[in-house]
């Protein structure tokens, strides 16, 4: 008994072990910023020219589209973004959004993305999810879906999406894991 108590003697105190877990968890977050920032640089630094051009209007577009409606540039912004999206989609592999923005950031092709991630799902209509749906090739939707509400939406996507692969899960950390384990 004496053995156990100076070894629990030794053990760090909830706050003490809470913050030890806090900083880890910063220190992972810095290192993966870190890694995803210097990754998307070697992408970027191997793209031609014209390809990071492209990338450029696109970017030029989608702020124009996000901007207050001017029909007088609306037409010529929407082609600019449809034309480039593909070199955007190499300069930016990764993206994230929020379901109102999906209209205009993302031109609209069906399976355009490889993944699409729908966080807090359950928080969503099924009006404002089909776009999402739409562009995704698999879909990962997080989030509670015991309530009248979310059901619905979960019935919807699994009978919109039949012939896609999808998944439920119920938190982030699911989702993680989940992902990293395909």
């Not at 600019?80 to 930016?92: G, M, P």
């Not at 979960?154 to 009978?159: G, L, M």
């Amino acid at each position: 008994i004496n053995v156990r108590k100076r070894q629990l003697a030794l053990l760090p105190s909830e706050d003490e072990a809470l913050q030890k877990v806090k900083e880890a968890d910063k220190r992972l977050q810095e290192l993966s910023g870190e890694i995803l920032r210097q990754t998307w640089l070697d992408s970027i630094q191997s793209m031609e020219k014209s390809q990071f051009k492209k990338a450029q209007d696109y970017t030029i577009a989608v702020n124009i589209l996000s901007g207050p409606y001017d029909p007088e540039h609306y037409k010529a912004a929407k082609q600019v973004q449809e034309s480039n999206f593909h070199a955007a989609l190499q300069a930016f592999p990764i993206w994230a959004t929020t379901n109102l923005s999906t209209k205009s950031n993302f031109p609209l092709h069906a399976e355009l993305f490889d993944l699409v991630i729908i966080d807090e799902a359950s928080q969503c209509d099924i009006p404002s999810a089909i776009p999402l749906l739409f562009r995704g090739k698999r879909l990962a939707i997080i989030g509670d879906f015991s309530h009248y509400t979310s059901s619905a939406l979960k019935a919807f996507i699994i009978e919109s999406n039949r012939g896609k692969e999808v998944f439920f899960v119920s938190s982030r950390e699911k989702a993680i894991h989940k992902l990293t384990s395909m």
